[in-house]
């Protein structure tokens, strides 16, 4: 018996050493692999996102008018006209596009035809996230807030004078954790979704590495997930990286020398990493490979 207890015990070491490895960037990047210009010649690139095939949508939020396309030969067209400001992008189980559109202060969404449909008026959104029951989640810089589009219509305040500035966006791979990214702090935020859709248990989950210049301030922006629940998040320093625990993994470099505010998994089986930076979209070939919070998540929420 004692003999028994002794091997679980070893057994359980192992595991949890297991568990407390460290996952580094070596993990996610491929030597010599590097970042690689997609489409270029734009205003201000922002609002990455991927559907199910793995074709790539952003917008120009400074002077663009429309929704740009990349499909998975590389080639660039335009998606949606007459849709300018945009600053956030999804996709969502309802198989529309959802948006927001921080120059005409709407969250909207688009069906496959490019037809508009506004959820809301009068807000100021940055970034969004849709969960795969219908969920939408955006953040609000000016006023400190998050706000939820219940799948009824029915939006409320469900996160206040928590974040300093809550900016990007991105949910848990299974769905049961929201994170936020601070543009004016040097935390990312994670709640807890409840069953009924509010937020709960609010944590400054992640420490984000800050310039020499501004020690307090990281500039957290636009956020996305992998398949492993690592975490990316778009800072001044660059696409920082943390494991689902929420210990840094790494930083990856900008691939230039212009704001890095967006990014996603998309291209063949999901496996590039796209970013928004400056007047250019960028990719990187990796190891891992993202998630579509449109699907229903593997895991089960741990309520």
């Keep these: 018996m004692m003999r028994a207890i002794v091997i679980f015990l070893l057994l359980l070491g192992w595991a949890g050493g297991v568990l407390a490895q460290d996952m580094p960037l070596s993990q996610v990047l491929i030597d010599g692999e590097g970042w690689q210009a997609v489409s270029e010649g734009h205003g ?7 559907d199910a095939e793995g074709n790539v949508y952003f917008s120009d939020v400074r002077s663009g008018q429309v929704i740009y396309k990349v499909d998975l030969d590389g080639k660039v ?69 998050i706000r939820r589009i219940d799948p009824s219509g029915k939006m409320t305040v469900v996160s206040k004078d928590v974040v300093t500035k809550p900016n990007g966006i991105t ?39 800050t310039p020499h210049s501004n020690p307090e301030v990281a500039k957290g922006d636009g956020m ?3 398949a492993d629940g690592r975490y ?11 494991d689902p625990t929420g210990r840094m993994g790494g930083v990856i470099a900008k691939p230039q020398n212009a704001g890095l505010v967006s990014a996603t998994f998309a291209g063949p089986g999901l496996s590039y990493l796209y970013v928004a930076c400056g007047d250019k979209i960028y990719r990187r070939k990796t190891k891992t490979k993202g998630v579509l919070f449109f699907q229903q998540p593997k895991l089960d929420k741990q309520k």
């Design 224 to 226: 996305a997930t992998d």
């Design 171 to 209: 949910l848990s791979a299974d769905q049961g954790t929201l994170a936020v990214s601070d543009y004016g702090g040097k935390y990312v935020w994670t709640f807890r979704i409840e069953k009924d859709g509010s937020l709960s248990y609010p944590q400054n989950y992640m420490m984000m590495r």
């Design 77 to 145: 067209s335009e998606f949606i006209k007459d849709a300018a400001g945009i600053s956030g992008l999804q996709w969502a189980a309802d198989g529309k596009l959802y948006a927001c559109v921080a120059r005409g202060r709407m969250v909207v969404r688009f069906d496959k035809e490019g037809k508009m449909e506004i959820l809301a008026k009068e807000v100021r959104p940055n970034d969004l996230v849709v969960t795969h029951d219908g969920n939408v989640y955006f953040t609000q810089t000016p006023e400190k807030e």
């Design 232 to 242: 990316y998040v778009t800072s001044a320093e660059g696409l920082q990286m943390y």
């Design 44 to 50: 201000f690139t922002d609002g990455v996102c991927s």
